[in-house]
């Protein structure tokens, strides 16, 4: 871990005598492999998806204001590392155990630290006039994780399965539909296409799933309100 701050510090110090970017990639580069293997050897299982995740926060964020955008965003690559390590999370047999398990805890901070690093860099291009790839990039991912731990959370619950399916669905479509019309009035497409995504899932899941497993009434009030949901949507599409 000193190796990898010392580089850092190096890396920070040559841009700033010489104002060259080619020591600083390098530094900065060696850093971070430097910073990974520390890591790595320090913690395991759960916590290092959590370091890791909270690493991937942080550098990029401090490299942009230290450095420059640019080395700042190319550090949001580091965030592959937690993704891939959180992944068996989802399948865990922990969700059958309880709620409050370390899987949950290690998604939870993946998915926030990728939203709020996302959402960082988005302001910094919104005050620079500019629109990139990754932080938009990263902002769906995060937003993916998020609606997969809210369904993980909710089916861990001590409630039949059905009505977990039910309240996620409800979750689900509220955030599409906020998404989808927020993106519309902002002409923001990737807000809008996420929404969009978002409320295709959750009509394919209640016809193709969920509608078998319901009792009569309950299928009728939930097709019903997601129906007025969406002609509220074509309305107000309409009206702008």
Do not use: C
Request: glycine share 8%; aromatic share 14%.
């Amino acid at each position: 871990m000193s190796g990898a701050l010392a580089f850092m510090a190096a890396s920070y110090a040559v841009f700033r005598l010489t104002k060259l970017k080619e020591p600083v990639y390098a530094y900065t580069g060696t850093a971070l492999l430097l910073l990974v293997a520390g890591t790595a050897y320090q913690f395991e299982g759960p916590v290092l998806t959590i370091a890791f995740a909270l690493e991937a926060a942080i550098l990029p964020v401090i490299a942009a204001r230290l450095l420059n955008k640019k080395i700042g965003m190319s550090l949001l690559s580091y965030f592959i590392l937690p993704v891939l390590f959180s992944l068996e999370s989802f399948s865990s047999y922990s969700w059958s155990t309880g709620v409050f398990n370390s899987d949950f805890f290690t998604l939870l901070v993946v998915t926030f630290s990728m939203l709020g690093t996302g959402a960082y860099f988005i302001q910094y291009d919104v005050s620079d006039g500019e629109r990139r790839f990754a932080p938009l990039a990263l902002m769906v991912l995060g937003g993916i994780y998020a609606l997969a731990t809210i369904w993980l959370f909710i089916h861990a619950l001590d409630i039949p399965t059905g009505l977990a399916s039910m309240l996620t669905l409800g979750i689900y479509i509220a955030v599409g539909l906020f998404t989808y019309i927020k993106g519309e009035l902002e002409k923001h497409k990737v807000l809008e296409r996420f929404g969009l995504g978002v409320i295709i899932f959750v009509i394919a899941r209640l016809l193709l799933v969920e509608v078998w497993n319901m009792v009569l009434f309950w299928r009728i009030i939930t097709f019903f309100a997601i129906g007025i949901a969406l002609m509220a949507t074509v309305l107000l599409r309409k009206k702008k």
